[in-house]
C-alpha cells in the first residue's frame, strides 16, 4: 500500500495548527457504491480555509453571548483529531464505487474537477488522493473538466463560481431586465434596480459576480482599491467603479452619487428608487447610511455584518450579530430591505454550466504554488493583496 501526503489541521488557530500527514488511501474495493477516488493535481485556496481553522480553535465564535459564557474553555484545543484542508480541487478519476457510473456517469481515467464543502464534512482537497462521496446531500460537487482548461484553471473554479451563482439567483428576481422572473420576495414592491452593485468587485467572488451579471447584460457598478480599477472595468467588464481608496466621499455616499449620475436611480413616480447590491466585503456602511439606506431593495452578503478576512463568515453567523437577524426578518415581513446573508450551493449543474460558459482566459489566478508551499499562499491570502485564485498544484 502507498503513502499519499495531505495537508490537516488540528486545533491552535492559523498559522501553527496547520500540518503535513501521510495517509493510506482506501482500497477500491472499501469506496462506498457513491464514492469516487481520485489522483488531485491541483487545489486552490480560499479564506474559508483560514476562517475554519480559526474556528476549529475557538468554535464559540459562533455562539452568541451569554451562551458563549457557559461553554468551558481550551473546550476545542483538547480534540486530538485532525481536519482536512481546502476545498476546490481538479484532477483525474482513479477508483469509482459501485453505483457511480450509473448514477454520475464517471469512470476510472475521466479528468474532473469540484468542490467540498470541507469545513463541514470534514473531506479536503490538499492531498494527493481525495476520496469523495458524490451521493446527494454530502456538500460535493464534482463535474468533468472541460478540455480547454487545464487543472490549474479548473481547480480554480468551483467554490467562487457556485457562490458567485447564488448570489445572482438571489437578485435576478429585484433586476428591472428580469422582472419577468420577480419571486415572491420582490413582488409587490413596484420597482426594479436598472443597475448591480458589487461590493468587493476584485475579490474573486466579486469578480464571478460581475461576469455572471455581465454575459445577462445587466449594467454594473462595482468597488475595488486604485490598483484593481482597470482589472474590475477592462477585464471583468464592469460599467463603472468606485475606488474606494480615492473616492471623496464614503462609499454608499459614492454609490449614490454614481447612480444618480449614470441614471441607475428610478425616478419617484415610477414605484421610486431600487438599490440592488451583492456585498462580497462584509460590514454595515452601506445599510446603515441615511440617504442610501432606505434606498436599498435587496441586499446580498455572502459575509455579513463582520469585515474581517480570518473569522467565519455568512449564515453561520446570524445568531452571532442580532441585527443580522433582525434585517433579514423584517425584510420577510416587507419592511425595509429584502436582506440575504448566503452560501453557495454544490450544484453539479453549475459547475456544467461554468464549464460550457467560462473560457480559459476568464478564469483569474493570482499565482500558482507548489504542494509544500500551502502556508506561505495562505498567509499571502490573509494579506489580502491578491487578484484572483492561489492555486496549489501536485506534481
Ligand atoms: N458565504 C459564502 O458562501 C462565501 C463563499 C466565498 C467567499 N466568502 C467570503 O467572501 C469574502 C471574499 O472572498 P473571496 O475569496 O472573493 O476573497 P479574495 O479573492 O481573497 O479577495 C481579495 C480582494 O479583497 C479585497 N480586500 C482585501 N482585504 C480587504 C479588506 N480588509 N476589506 C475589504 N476588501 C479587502 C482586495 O481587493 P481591493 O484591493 O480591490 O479591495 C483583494 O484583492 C471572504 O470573506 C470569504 O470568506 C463567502
Same mark, same amino acid.
Given at each position: 500500500?502507498?503513502?499519499?501526503?495531505?495537508?490537516?489541521?488540528?486545533?491552535?488557530?492559523?498559522?501553527?495548527?496547520?500540518?503535513?500527514?501521510?495517509?493510506?488511501?482506501?482500497?477500491?474495493?472499501?469506496?462506498?457504491?457513491?464514492?469516487?477516488?481520485?489522483?488531485?493535481?491541483?487545489?486552490?485556496?480560499?479564506? $474559508?480555509?483560514?476562517?475554519?481553522?480559526?474556528?476549529?480553535?475557538?468554535?464559540?465564535?459562533?455562539?452568541?453571548?451569554?451562551?458563549?459564557?457557559?461553554?468551558?474553555?481550551?473546550?476545542?484545543?483538547?480534540?486530538?483529531?485532525?481536519?482536512?484542508?481546502?476545498?476546490?480541487?481538479?484532477?483525474?478519476?482513479?477508483?469509482?464505487?459501485?453505483?457511480?457510473? =450509473?448514477?454520475?456517469?464517471?469512470?476510472?481515467?475521466?479528468?474532473?474537477?469540484?468542490?467540498?464543502?470541507?469545513?463541514?464534512? #470534514?473531506?479536503?482537497?490538499?492531498?494527493? +488522493?481525495?476520496?469523495?462521496?458524490?451521493?446527494?446531500?454530502?456538500? $460535493?460537487?464534482?463535474?468533468?473538466?472541460?478540455?480547454?482548461?487545464?487543472?490549474?484553471?479548473?481547480?480554480?473554479?468551483?467554490?467562487?463560481?457556485?457562490?458567485?451563482?447564488?448570489?445572482?439567483?438571489?437578485?435576478?428576481?429585484?433586476? #428591472?431586465?428580469?422582472?419577468?422572473?420577480?419571486?415572491?420576495?420582490?413582488?409587490?414592491?413596484?420597482?426594479?434596480?436598472?443597475?448591480?452593485?458589487?461590493?468587493?468587485?476584485?475579490?474573486?467572488?466579486?469578480?464571478?459576480?460581475?461576469?455572471?451579471?455581465?454575459?445577462?447584460?445587466?449594467?454594473?457598478?462595482?468597488?475595488? =482599491?486604485?490598483?484593481?480599477?482597470?482589472? +474590475?472595468?477592462?477585464?471583468?467588464?464592469?460599467?463603472?467603479?468606485?475606488?474606494?481608496?480615492?473616492?471623496?466621499?464614503?462609499?454608499?455616499?459614492?454609490?449614490? &452619487? &454614481?447612480?444618480?449620475?449614470?441614471?441607475?436611480?428610478?425616478?419617484?413616480?415610477?414605484?421610486?428608487?431600487?438599490?440592488?447590491? +451583492?456585498?462580497?466585503?462584509?460590514?454595515?456602511?452601506?445599510?446603515?447610511?441615511?440617504?442610501?439606506?432606505?434606498?436599498?431593495?435587496?441586499?446580498?452578503?455572502? +459575509?455579513?455584518?463582520?469585515?474581517?478576512?480570518?473569522?467565519?463568515?455568512?449564515?453561520?453567523?446570524?445568531?452571532?450579530?442580532?441585527?443580522?437577524? &433582525?434585517?433579514?426578518?423584517?425584510?420577510?415581513?416587507?419592511?425595509?430591505?429584502?436582506?440575504?446573508?448566503?452560501?453557495?450551493?454544490? &450544484?453539479?449543474?453549475?459547475?456544467?454550466?461554468?464549464?460550457?460558459?467560462?473560457?480559459?482566459?476568464?478564469?483569474?489566478?493570482?499565482?500558482?504554488?507548489?504542494?509544500?508551499?500551502?502556508?506561505?499562499?495562505?498567509?499571502?491570502?490573509?494579506?489580502?493583496?491578491?487578484?484572483?485564485?492561489?492555486?496549489?498544484?501536485?506534481?
Amino acid at each position: 500500500m502507498t503513502t499519499s501526503k495531505k495537508w490537516t489541521y488540528s486545533s491552535g488557530g492559523f498559522p501553527q495548527c496547520l500540518h503535513q500527514t501521510t495517509y493510506t488511501a482506501p482500497a477500491p474495493a472499501a469506496l462506498k457504491p457513491t464514492e469516487i477516488q481520485v489522483r488531485t493535481h491541483a487545489f486552490a485556496i480560499n479564506p $474559508v480555509d483560514v476562517q475554519a481553522m480559526n474556528l476549529r480553535h475557538d468554535t464559540t465564535a459562533l455562539i452568541p453571548w451569554p451562551l458563549s459564557a457557559f461553554v468551558p474553555a481550551g473546550l476545542n484545543s483538547s480534540s486530538q483529531s485532525e481536519s482536512e484542508a481546502c476545498c476546490d480541487f481538479s484532477g483525474t478519476i482513479l477508483h469509482v464505487g459501485s453505483a457511480v457510473s =450509473s448514477s454520475n456517469a464517471f469512470e476510472p481515467g475521466d479528468e474532473v474537477f469540484g468542490f467540498t464543502m470541507a469545513p463541514s464534512n #470534514g473531506h479536503g482537497t490538499a492531498g494527493e +488522493v481525495l476520496t469523495l462521496d458524490t451521493a446527494p446531500g454530502s456538500n $460535493v460537487a464534482v463535474a468533468k473538466k472541460p478540455k480547454s482548461w487545464d487543472h490549474t484553471h479548473a481547480a480554480a473554479v468551483p467554490l467562487v463560481y457556485l457562490t458567485a451563482r447564488v448570489c445572482i439567483d438571489s437578485v435576478q428576481a429585484y433586476m #428591472g431586465q428580469d422582472k419577468d422572473k420577480r419571486g415572491s420576495a420582490g413582488e409587490g414592491t413596484g420597482n426594479a434596480a436598472k443597475w448591480l452593485v458589487v461590493l468587493g468587485g476584485s475579490s474573486s467572488t466579486g469578480a464571478s459576480t460581475i461576469q455572471i451579471a455581465k454575459a445577462r447584460g445587466w449594467k454594473v457598478l462595482a468597488t475595488c =482599491s486604485g490598483r484593481n480599477v482597470d482589472f +474590475v472595468k477592462q477585464q471583468l467588464g464592469a460599467d463603472d467603479v468606485i475606488d474606494y481608496t480615492a473616492a471623496q466621499d464614503s462609499v454608499p455616499a459614492e454609490v449614490l &452619487r &454614481r447612480l444618480r449620475s449614470l441614471g441607475g436611480l428610478a425616478a419617484p413616480e415610477s414605484g421610486g428608487d431600487a438599490v440592488v447590491i +451583492v456585498d462580497c466585503v462584509g460590514g454595515t456602511e452601506c445599510l446603515d447610511h441615511a440617504e442610501l439606506g432606505p434606498k436599498i431593495l435587496r441586499y446580498v452578503t455572502i +459575509v455579513g455584518d463582520k469585515t474581517d478576512r480570518t473569522s467565519m463568515g455568512g449564515p453561520a453567523i446570524y445568531w452571532k450579530h442580532p441585527n443580522m437577524l &433582525r434585517r433579514w426578518f423584517w425584510g420577510k415581513l416587507g419592511w425595509g430591505v429584502h436582506y440575504d446573508c448566503v452560501i453557495l450551493d454544490a &450544484r453539479k449543474d453549475w459547475l456544467e454550466e461554468a464549464g460550457r460558459t467560462l473560457s480559459k482566459d476568464e478564469i483569474v489566478i493570482d499565482s500558482i504554488f507548489k504542494f509544500d508551499e500551502l502556508p506561505k499562499a495562505l498567509e499571502k491570502m490573509v494579506g489580502g493583496q491578491v487578484r484572483g485564485k492561489l492555486v496549489g498544484t501536485i506534481a
